[in-house]
């Protein structure tokens, strides 16, 4: 059990770990996309999340429309429609990209499988290793950050319920349809703990599941970091090569004018690149198709959860910080997540680009010249993870967003007053 539970952590970041990391996470939520995993998903994730399920879609769909549209509409009682309202639709990014794993769960199986077999191409112990467990390291660690801080910012959701005097809800005054009066017993019981399964299922799922595409995408940026590495230092393994495999004891020293030892020299040299180019852009082209797999899959996602965030972000900014405080971090967190994920991929592509030019090409002979042209035409591309297929996620455009929701927000607060 203890052992099980340590692979979990930074001790263990090899690829296949890594993936049967996020894969058992997910089977929790009743997807299993890892094909070497045979064994049936067991009965009491199936409950959890048939219960968790109902309580969400009760509170934070049912009982929100019904508060939002229809009780907060006779009361006047604006402010609450929008903390509510802003609650509903902030809650529903989990369970949109849930929604569109388990719609494409059969693209998704084979986007890890073919991740997974990416690990078959590695020798064990080589550079390419050792660069691919630094860099899957740091994406480890980036997982599990992400995943603590939601988790934290769910619980201490629900703690200041129960750590402040008297009765508290998670939203004070969010009122649950057929639960009235809400704070008498037992409808105060009854609704804390539907409330509470709630805010867990709604916190706990875009956890997992951005974990999970944290994970697959740093995957392909592992990759690419280490085959650039390997680019920058092809010459020198191929003179290092040739070093190895050749017998000076029984060689002619080579003086000038000795043509055939150069000329072996340089055939050696020249089929060795040859045949590591041939590997390099095979691996490359892998990748490409990759991560247009995952970018169509992925792309309507993205694009429905920037959606939902720019709505929510405005709807909590009107209902004030001072009731949204716990609420904007949430968001702030999936959406900024994912655009670090495709400012990651960009960096790596685009160092891929330039480590083609620092492969000393200038030493080949034409046929690997042109093998090395041919692969910068393929990286000319930036690698790219976009919103709908509409816009790149990248800082810049995360920084657009925030700038879209402000000039938003300032203009309907104008309004308001």
Request: proline residues 2%; charged residues 20%; glycine residues 6%.
């Amino acid at each position: 059990m203890w052992e099980t539970l340590r692979k979990f952590g930074l001790e263990y970041c090899d690829l296949p770990t890594v993936i049967w990391n996020v894969s058992e996470m997910l089977r929790v939520m009743t997807l299993n996309i890892d094909k070497r995993n045979k064994k049936p998903i067991p009965v009491i994730f199936y409950i959890i999340m048939l219960v968790g399920s109902g309580c969400y879609i009760y509170v934070y769909q049912f009982s929100m429309c019904w508060l939002v549209f229809i009780r907060c509409k006779e009361t006047g009682d604006l402010l609450l429609a929008l903390i509510v309202f802003s609650l509903g639709v902030s809650s529903e990014m989990g369970p949109v990209k849930l929604l569109y794993i388990f719609i494409n769960r059969k693209e998704f199986t084979q986007i890890v499988t073919t991740v997974i077999s990416f690990d078959t191409l590695v020798t064990a112990g080589s550079r390419y290793s050792r660069n691919l467990l630094k860099t899957l390291r740091d994406v480890k660690k980036r997982a599990l950050i992400f995943w603590l801080v939601l988790i934290i910012n769910g619980l201490v959701y629900i703690l200041k319920a129960i750590l402040l005097p008297g009765r508290h809800l998670m939203e004070d005054n969010f009122i649950l349809y057929g639960l009235e009066p809400i704070y008498e017993t037992p409808n105060y019981q009854t609704a804390f703990i539907i409330m509470g399964i709630a805010a867990s299922y709604a916190v706990y799922l875009p956890a997992n599941i951005t974990a999970f595409l944290i994970v697959i995408m740093g995957c392909i940026e592992a990759q690419l970091l280490a085959l650039s590495e390997e680019l920058i230092n092809l010459w020198s393994d191929a003179q290092h090569h040739y070093i190895l495999n050749t017998d000076f004891d029984n060689e002619e020293p080579s003086i000038a004018g000795n043509d055939a030892v150069d000329t072996q020299r340089e055939e050696i040299i020249n089929d060795y690149i040859n045949k590591r180019l041939k590997e390099m852009i095979k691996k490359h082209s892998k990748l490409i198709t990759l991560l247009k797999q995952i970018e169509s899959v992925l792309r309507g996602a993205i694009a429905v959860e920037f959606g939902l965030l720019i709505v929510a972000l405005i709807a909590e900014l009107l209902g004030g910080l001072e009731n949204t405080y716990l609420e904007i971090p949430f968001a702030l967190m999936q959406v900024g997540m994912d655009c670090f994920i495709g400012q990651r991929i960009i960096d790596a592509s685009e160092f891929l680009y330039n480590a083609i030019y620092d492969c000393k090409w200038e030493n080949f002979d034409k046929y690997n010249m042109k093998t090395v042209l041919l692969m910068l035409q393929n990286a000319q591309k930036t690698l790219t993870l976009s919103a709908g297929g509409i816009t790149v996620l990248s800082f810049g455009y995360f920084m657009t967003v925030i700038k879209s929701i402000y000039s938003t927000y300032t203009t309907l607060r104008t309004t308001m007053k």
